[in-house]
């Protein structure tokens, strides 16, 4: 079990699979320490791409968020973000059990846009650059979007596209956080 840290849901537990062998959850204090630098999400629109048990987003939503979108193709994943939704009767969000590139093709037909992005594909893959070029070339980002990638190695990135990059290190764990 682990515990949403902030706002609406504070102290409220969610669960992460017990076969967790492609899931790695985010911890309590780097959510936490994550959420802090972020600071408001009032109104925001925002993705968790590679969700997981769908902690970030959740967090996200109990910090003001208006709508998440979680994608996942790992079904396990998916099955325990919906039951995370549905246990905190959370209705403002969307689940979409396909992978990564299919997703975004669907974002880019939709021409939807999103205001904060939680990006942490599985670390071996290494995406970061790629997946960031896709979100700004194919304008999926709101002007003042926030991207939070999440690695266990130094992550790769124009910083040039960014007015803010803050980058922290948790143990093994780095976290950047780009503000548009």
């Not at 590139?101 to 974002?107: D, N, P, S, V, Y």
Request: hydrophobic share 40%; charged share 30%; glycine share 6%.
């Amino acid at each position: 079990m682990m515990r949403i840290v902030s706002g609406k849901y504070k102290r409220r537990l969610i669960t992460y699979p017990d076969d967790a062998s492609h899931i790695r959850p985010t911890k309590d204090r780097i959510r936490e320490a994550i959420f802090s630098a972020i600071g408001d999400l009032t109104g925001f629109k925002g993705l968790d791409l590679y969700s997981g048990s769908g902690a970030m987003g959740i967090e996200a939503l109990s910090r003001g968020c208006d709508y998440m979108t979680f994608v996942d193709k790992n079904k396990i994943a998916i099955e325990t973000t919906k039951k995370n939704l549905k246990s905190l009767n959370i209705n403002n969000a969307k689940v979409l059990y396909m992978d990564d590139m299919l997703a975004i093709k669907r974002f880019i037909d939709n021409k939807e846009m999103f205001d904060i992005v939680f990006l942490d594909p599985p670390y071996k893959e290494g995406k970061y650059e790629q997946l960031l070029s896709l979100f700004i070339e194919n304008e999926l980002l709101t002007e003042n979007a926030i991207i939070v990638m999440e690695s266990d190695r130094d992550i790769v990135y124009k910083e040039e596209r960014f007015k803010k990059v803050r980058t922290y290190k948790y143990g093994e764990i780095k976290v950047v956080i780009m503000w548009r």
